[in-house]
């Protein structure tokens, strides 16, 4: 559980494998925009600092987290990629629609993770208000996009050794 203003995305760079050699996928849902967006320049960043090469940085825009699913199995298919970080925010609302979505979104990235060959890195907040997605995307509790990509370096450093 995260203790309030504690900033949980800082990293010692001399520990995370350099990752000069990976290609990276980001998926980003375009819904929740202001959240999303934070999170993927703390991913961005995180990856660049980590000696990603941009040019090594595929991006692609989906509608919303569920559709992250499918845009991460494409990217797989279609990109050679090394490792996909999937990005998105599910709001709590009124109605069912945010246990169904949150639900979905999980169980499919978990099945790629189990289908495929190239890890797909979970970063999807599932918050219960906005203030709670913008203090992970770049707020009081650090950038959650910052974390998927050492996660993302990690998991593809794994793959290229197992």
Known sequence: MATANKNLSNYD?????????FRFGIVVSEWNDKVTEGLYSGAEAALLDCGALESNLVRWNVPGSFELIYGAKKMIETQNVDVVIV???VIKGETMHFEFVCEGVTQGIKDLNVQTDVPVIFCVLT?????QSIDRSGGVHGNKGTEAA???IKMADLRKKA
């Open 150 to 152: 050492i996660a993302a």
């Open 127 to 131: 918050d219960n208000n906005e203030q």
């Open 13 to 21: 760079k001399n520990t995370i494998p350099n990752a000069k050699d």
């Open 87 to 89: 990005i998105g925010c």
